[in-house]
């Protein structure tokens, strides 16, 4: 096949040119994860030639996985990512090399995969592995790409210790909230979209370095899906950095398996006929002080984030709520993180309940 023919597009831009196709061809990037940043950023590196491709992810695809994981289709429901995405990529480019890797980023594995690649992309939706990443990256002089994104919203930066902040100059330590971890939150596919291919464009300007290109290193661009906007900010180096500041050789890489805790949410119904549960309300004073379950106790989620716990009530379950039912779940993350056994998440929360007290009266009422 006529890689001319294939490439014409972009060997036609001054910026790229045979020089810079060149370059592409040359390049091998890892993409830690094969997932809503890690699809659509690997499609687009393919189809731009970079001669060899990494991939790792230790995951399977799943159904719930199609909304945004636009490398995979139905057919590929249970079957592992890495195998499909390498299938996936060779049929689109079948000129380069697609390398997987079945497994999961730690902290033995990680010097062998960097050492043999020259720019790492970050497709991982978690704090520890972000973290891993980082510190491996300074450790064996690799720039990565970091992408993260929530919501509506989304964020991506090239990190390089070697000329600039690194990713812990940003965010010194895990976020206590536990927010944006684990894929537990929402996100809109676009927008993994978007942030997935400013990944692979900015992978791209790094290779082919032209000199009107002006990537994001040690700069935060982030985007606001909902007022479409975009800012970028410029990160500043901590001198007092927990990982950069130190001798790079000397980092110890340190990973711990994210743990992402399945709370069940049940209905007010089911609260209503639980027999052995302690009710708590996880809203701020106002909120409680305005109406509250009857026998519930009071618990503002605000405290737990500042880990002080509620007491433990032997043999009996939790149920947390708040208004909605979206801060009880992030309260009932952080008592699982400190060891409580059963808890649980009333769905729709207070609004829920209220609504469940009404239609019931007006059942007895009707009767
Ligand atoms: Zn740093």
């Not at 895990?174 to 537990?184: L, S, V, W």
């Not at 007010?268 to 006929?273: G, H, K, L, T």
């Amino acid at each position: 096949m006529n890689s001319k023919q294939r490439y014409k597009r972009q060997i036609s831009l001054p910026e790229i040119g045979e020089e810079g196709q060149e370059k592409l061809k040359k390049a091998s990037i890892l993409c830690v994860g094969a997932g809503g940043l890690g699809s659509p950023a690997l499609l687009y590196l393919a189809a731009a030639g970079i001669g060899r491709i990494g991939i790792i992810d230790f995951d399977c695809v799943d159904l719930s996985n199609l909304q945004r994981q636009v490398l995979f289709t139905i057919n590929d429901i249970g079957k592992s990512k890495t195998e499909q995405a390498q299938q996936k990529l060779l049929s689109l480019n079948p000129q380069i090399i697609v390398e997987r890797y079945s497994e999961q980023l730690n902290a033995q594995n990680i010097e062998t995969l960097f050492q043999s690649y020259d720019l790492i992309i970050d497709g991982s939706d978690n704090f520890e592995t972000k973290f891993l990443i980082n510190d491996a990256a300074i450790k064996y002089n690799k720039p990565w790409i970091y992408g993260a994104i929530q919501g509506f919203d989304g964020q991506v930066s090239i990190f390089d210790a070697s000329q600039g902040p690194c990713y812990r100059c940003l965010y010194p330590e895990k976020p206590k909230t536990r927010i944006a971890n684990c894929a537990e939150t929402g996100v809109i596919g676009a927008v993994a979209g978007i942030i997935g291919v400013t990944q692979a464009l900015q992978a791209i300007q790094m290779i082919v370095g032209h000199k009107s290109f002006v990537p994001l290193l040690g700069k935060l661009w982030i985007l606001d899906g909902h007022m479409m906007e975009t800012k970028t900010l410029n990160i500043p180096k901590n001198p007092n950095c927990p990982t950069c500041a130190q001798e790079h050789k000397n980092i110890t890489l340190n990973f711990s398996s994210p743990v992402c805790y399945f709370i069940p949410e049940i209905s007010a119904e089911q609260v209503s006929m639980m027999k052995n549960a302690v009710l708590i309300d996880v809203r701020e004073q106002e909120e409680w002080d305005a109406g509250h379950i009857e026998g519930s106790l009071h618990y503002p989620l605000s405290k737990i984030e500042n880990e002080n716990m509620p007491a433990r009530h032997q043999d009996k379950d939790i149920v947390l709520y708040c208004q909605r039912g979206v801060r009880s779940l992030q309260a009932a993350r952080l008592l699982k993180d400190h060891g409580f056994p059963d808890v649980y998440s009333l769905s729709g929360g207070y609004e829920a309940w209220i609504k469940k007290d009404q239609s019931s009266r007006k059942n007895e009422t009707e009767a």
